[in-house]
């Protein structure tokens, strides 16, 4: 079975941290871009951050210095750090992989982690709540 599976979301309070967990299984994370996107209820699916395949790391302005992305390739494994929390940062959180070498690419000015319909697989998500 093909999946990506996250993990690591729960309640924590303004200003505190969560560190996000996307593990592939069935398939292998190597040589693919890992995005990570967010959604409020009623609300799209929003990219955040992302990570291409040689481990470049690239971030929406709204989380950019707060939100860090890694990956291990020998676990199969990507993270998401989450710093300085804000309640805004509330919503189901979600890792999508695809080996499109159009996705994450360095050296724009711009977001390149593409939207919902450039990732093959995704995750089933984790809820992150940003509340006191």
């Known amino acids: 079975q093909l999946e990506l599976v996250e993990s690591g979301g729960g309640l924590v309070q303004p200003g505190g941290s969560l560190t996000l967990t996307c593990t592939a299984s069935?398939?292998?994370?190597?040589?693919?871009?890992i995005g990570w996107f967010r959604q409020d209820p009623g609300k799209g699916r929003e990219g955040v951050a992302c990570?291409?395949?040689?481990?470049?790391?690239n971030y929406v302005d709204s989380v950019k210095g707060r939100f860090t992305v890694s990956r291990d390739n020998a676990k199969n494994t990507a993270y998401l750090q989450m710093s300085n929390l804000k309640p805004e940062d509330t919503a189901v959180y979600y890792c999508?992989?695809?080996?499109?070498?159009?996705?994450?690419?360095?050296?724009?000015?711009?977001?390149?982690?593409?939207?919902?319909?450039?990732?093959?697989?995704w995750g089933q998500g984790t809820p992150v709540t940003v509340s006191s």
């Open positions: 990570i291409s395949a040689v481990g470049s790391g």
């Open positions: 069935g398939f292998t994370l190597d040589y693919r871009a």
């Open positions: 999508a992989a695809d080996s499109s070498p159009a996705l994450c690419y360095g050296g724009s000015t711009h977001y390149t982690g593409g939207t919902v319909g450039d990732y093959h697989y």
